[in-house]
């Protein structure tokens, strides 16, 4: 096994991990703010989880990006639509993604009340979600291949 394939592998597989974290911890959220329920620890830790597996699943994409043969810089990389995506449009979309939910975690870290905090959160990984969304329809990656 290649560093490539093993980190390949790692990213494709860690993705479903991530994606069920991300989306409890939306759904969470969201039936938090609509419910007006407390904001619990476990919602803080909750919120924690899934920012760190999406800060985890970007540091493995960042070393596959090192590794890829997909990843290529040359005159042809914009014109070919599988190489642009992955030398391009993947990471860009993907860490526009990291960056709003990282900043709707400090956001709901400095807010008092606990609709709010709620509301911060759904919103905040819930444009994230679509961004994710759109970057795998953008590649035509089927979610679960």
């Known amino acids: 096994m290649t560093a490539y394939s093993f980190f390949q592998e790692l990213h494709s ?46 540091v493995i994409g960042v070393i596959l990006y090192f590794l890829s043969p997909l990843v290529q810089f040359n005159k042809d990389t914009m014109k070919d639509p599988s190489l642009r995506y992955f030398t391009v449009e993947h990471w860009v979309m993907m860490v526009i993604a990291i960056v709003i939910i990282t900043i709707g975690h400090s956001k709901s870290k400095k ?22 969304i759109g970057a795998l329809a953008a590649g035509h990656i089927p979610i679960l291949n």
Do not use: C, D
């Open 13 to 58: 597989g860690f993705r479903f991990i991530v994606m069920v974290l991300f989306i409890y911890t939306l759904l969470v959220a969201l039936f938090g703010w609509i419910g007006r329920s407390p904001y619990t620890n476990r919602n803080r830790v909750t919120n924690l989880i899934a920012l760190a597996s999406v800060h985890t699943q970007l």
């Open 111 to 132: 807010v008092v009340l606990p609709e709010i905090k709620h509301k911060t959160i759904a919103i905040y990984y819930g444009i994230a979600l679509l961004i994710i």
